[in-house]
């Protein structure tokens, strides 16, 4: 076999690199060795040449080889062909046991911005209304913080994650595991379609391939990478998104994972992140940024409870606080006792505390000053204000 067989130039770098997306299959370890050792031409006529009895793996798919009609196909999708020494390329894909050959897109985003701040949320197919919520509550945030969203285009949290993203203006990435001229799931062909225009959808298979397990599986590695971290929002003990987790950890970015309720096997996967030490818990998006953000533009401050005037009393202090009586006044040598303290302490006390207005003279002793109750009313009463002060 000849490499006039090939009925292509192979020397032309995008053709052969575009053969190769069609010979390969995702995740291919050594055929992506050879073509980094030698370059995707050689391994071309290596390939046709059969150099290596490995090789003839590949024989079955040169006969419907024709790498020009797949960019005439992916130009008429109005989409893209990126190449590694193109700017474009994520310089992240680089670090990969196999980089794609290059990568097919739709869509106006550039990918090497996409991939200096970006965070892929993935989780479960079968979501419950509590992950599908999250998903595209963080999402939103992420979006309105300048964040792009990467996620499969999946149904359940992928899809809430993408619709998230979009509801905030964002930019949101659908990694997909076959061609780029068909939606999986079917459903979400107006969503692929949005994306294209607003975002990007890639794969790192030519149109026209159709997506398979092994394919789904070898996409987590992308979205794993594109992205400066990942959170799992919901998922099982089996789910692929702790597949994508564990591969960002490899790759030494940060991971985040939402918890659930301890009762549910749709989390379950993401309480096993967090006992195992490879993900932090967050809850949202400002949690989210200050994970994988850059430090000091988006670090949040920690979360402390409502403060009370008694929170930074001394010890001392808070035992003749417990001594008073809130009703009527108690002298001072009553005081004492209770609170088994002398009464220059107590008296010093006192003092301190009258000045916060935590205690007040009533008569010849002393009663706490009791704080008024703040009354909230009903949280539906509460949505229904917000509801009329919008109108």
Known sequence: ??????????????????????????????????????????????????????????????????????????????????????????????????????????????????????????????????????????????????????SGLAYGIDGAAHRGALAARGVSVAVVAGGLDRAYPAGHDTLMARLAELGAVLSEVPPGSAPTRGRFLQRNRLIAALSSGTVVVEAALRSGSLNTARTAALLGRPVG????????????????????????????????????????????????????????????????????PVRTGRPLDRLCATAGLDPATVQSALGRLALLGLAERQGTGWRAVRAPVERRPPAEVQARRAVRAGE
């Open 257 to 324: 994972a939402v918890p659930g309720p301890v009762t549910s096997p749709g989390s379950a996967g993401c309480h096993a992140l967090l006992r195992d030490g490879v993900a932090v818990l967050v809850t949202d998006a400002a949690e989210i940024a200050d994970l994988v953000g850059r430090m000091g533009q988006d670090t949040v401050a920690p979360r402390r409870g409502r403060s009370a005037p008694t929170d930074d009393l001394d010890p001392l202090a808070s035992r003749v606080l417990d001594a008073l």
């Open 1 to 150: 076999m000849s490499a006039l067989a090939l009925r292509f130039d192979p020397d032309d770098e995008r053709l052969a690199r575009v053969a190769w997306s069609r010979l390969l299959e995702p995740g291919d370890e050594r055929a992506t060795t050879l073509i980094g050792a030698v370059g995707p031409a050689e391994a071309l006529r290596a390939l046709v040449e059969q150099r290596a009895e490995w090789l003839v793996r590949f024989v079955p798919r040169l006969a419907d080889l024709d790498p020009v009609r797949d960019l005439d196909g992916v130009r008429r999708l109005g989409g893209r062909v990126v190449l590694p020494s193109e700017p474009e390329w994520p310089s992240a894909f680089d670090v990969l046991a196999a980089p794609p050959p290059c990568l097919w897109v739709r869509g106006p985003a550039a990918l090497d911005e996409v991939a200096q701040r970006s965070v892929a949320v993935v989780g479960a197919r079968a979501a419950t209304s509590y992950g599908e919520h999250v998903a595209g509550d963080v999402s939103c945030g992420l979006g309105e913080r300048g964040f792009a969203v990467v």
